[in-house]
């Protein structure tokens, strides 16, 4: 079954000119990019997207990690991808690998390219959706409808 997944790479991502590296990696997936952007990101947006950490002693330093304010001026943005199909989901998070970079395959993304920052933030270069559910209320914060760019029988 065809699915949707939002893959974002992360302002560390950006700041250490890894979008070739990170795009060739998930060609390995042979998925379809229907969606992609460069989008700053505001505060609301960012506590949305991590809205079920908002308790976690970590959240004001993930926000700013995630909103590019530790990466200087240059990477206040993060490029959003929504890739499609067949197991499209668990195929970008084996590419990706553990959200913990200590923890991920040297060979996946967060294993080559993350790390732990003094303070405990997982610079982890990009976010793949980890079900069905977090994917379809992902893309739907990160785009509108008509953003995605698919076959008109797949509507």
């Known amino acids: 079954m065809d699915e949707k997944t939002l893959v974002l790479i992360k302002p560390d991502g950006l700041q250490k000119s890894l979008t070739g590296n990170i795009l060739t990696k998930l060609s390995e997936a042979k998925l379809e990019i229907v969606g992609a952007k460069v989008v ?10 991590y809205q079920h950490l908002k ?3 970590f959240f004001e330093d993930l926000i700013k990690y995630f ?7 240059r990477f206040e943005r993060i490029i959003a991808f929504v890739y499609q199909g067949e197991d499209a989901i668990n195929r970008v998070r084996k590419i990706a690998g553990a959200t913990n970079p200590e923890e991920a395959d040297p060979t996946t993304i967060r294993g080559a390219y993350g790390r732990i ?6 610079e ?9 559910k977090d994917a379809e209320r992902e893309i739907a914060l990160w785009f509108q409808p008509e953003e995605i760019v698919t076959d008109p029988e797949e509507k």
């Open 117 to 122: 920052t003094t303070k405990g933030v997982y």
């Open 55 to 57: 308790d976690k002693p």
């Open 67 to 73: 909103r590019g304010k530790l990466h200087g001026k």
């Open 124 to 132: 982890n270069v990009i976010h793949a959706s980890s079900n069905p």
């Open 40 to 49: 700053r990101v505001s505060r609301e947006l960012a506590e949305k997207h």
